[in-house]
């Protein structure tokens, strides 16, 4: 089975502070993403990758950044977090060929 | 417009009866679509895709596409209260490589 895992289901933050947000993958998937769910809003894509230090920016990547330094690990970045920026992160993995998305735990993000 | 949109919901359904989740998408570029399945809490996990026009049957589950009026629906025969969940559609465009996704139905199926 295709397992993504991510670094924390839970974290608390203060605005104005850096936060790293990982994700592995560990079905050696070139494709990784990265979304932000909300309610009402549903899944929306912030960065997506295709290869290693490969990035391409998703619907929302205001305020974010990612790095994708080996193939089984997608960072997201919050530079200067916000209290906008509170929400539940999904990384998700996918072979090049079939588009299915499998996707990790889930980070629920608060900013305060 | 929302390139792919979903009724919200709540929709209810009898155990053993038959629930239909209906999706539409704006972008004839669509060429695959998907369904997910999210328990409150959880992450999403896929249940089935279909790219074809037609019927796609796996189990209990049915999906069916129909291009021409750009409409996806997800049917689940002899529902079960484990089926109450928020069912997510996503289409994909391979031009551009990204799913979008659906805000989702939430069903609920009642004993």
């Known amino acids: 089975d295709v397992k993504v895992t991510q670094s924390s289901r839970y974290l608390v933050k203060r605005t104005g502070e850096k936060v790293f947000l990982e994700c592995v993958q560990d079905?050696?998937?070139?494709?990784m993403f990265w979304y932000r769910q909300d309610p009402g809003l549903g899944l929306r894509l912030i960065y997506f990758?295709?290869?290693?230090?490969?990035?391409e920016k998703g619907d929302i990547p205001e305020g974010y950044s990612v790095s994708r330094e080996k193939k089984e690990r997608f960072s997201l970045i919050l530079e200067s977090a916000s209290t906008n920026q509170t929400s539940m992160y999904l990384c998700?993995?996918?072979?090049?060929?079939?588009?299915?998305?499998?996707f990790g735990p889930g980070t629920r993000l608060t900013v305060l | 417009q929302k390139e792919v949109e979903q009724n919200s919901g709540p929709l209810s359904v009898p155990e053993g009866a038959i629930a239909s989740l209906n999706c539409t998408y704006s972008?004839?570029?669509?060429?695959?679509f998907f369904w997910y399945r999210q328990y409150s809490g959880k992450s999403p996990e896929l249940i089935m895709f279909?790219?074809?026009?037609g019927d796609k049957e796996d189990g209990r589950f049915t999906a069916q596409l129909n291009k021409a009026s750009q409409y996806v629906s997800l049917l689940i025969r002899d529902s079960q209260p484990s089926d109450s969940a928020t069912y997510l559609c996503?289409?994909?465009?391979?031009?551009?490589?990204?799913?979008?996704f659906g805000t989702g139905t939430r069903l609920t199926i009642i004993p």
């Open positions: 279909i790219y074809s026009n």
């Open positions: 996503a289409a994909i465009n391979f031009g551009n490589e990204k799913l979008t």
């Open positions: 079905m050696d998937h070139e494709n």
């Open positions: 998700a993995s996918s072979l090049v060929e079939n588009n299915e998305q499998f």
């Open positions: 990758s295709y290869d290693v230090k490969m990035k």
């Open positions: 972008d004839r570029g669509s060429q695959s």
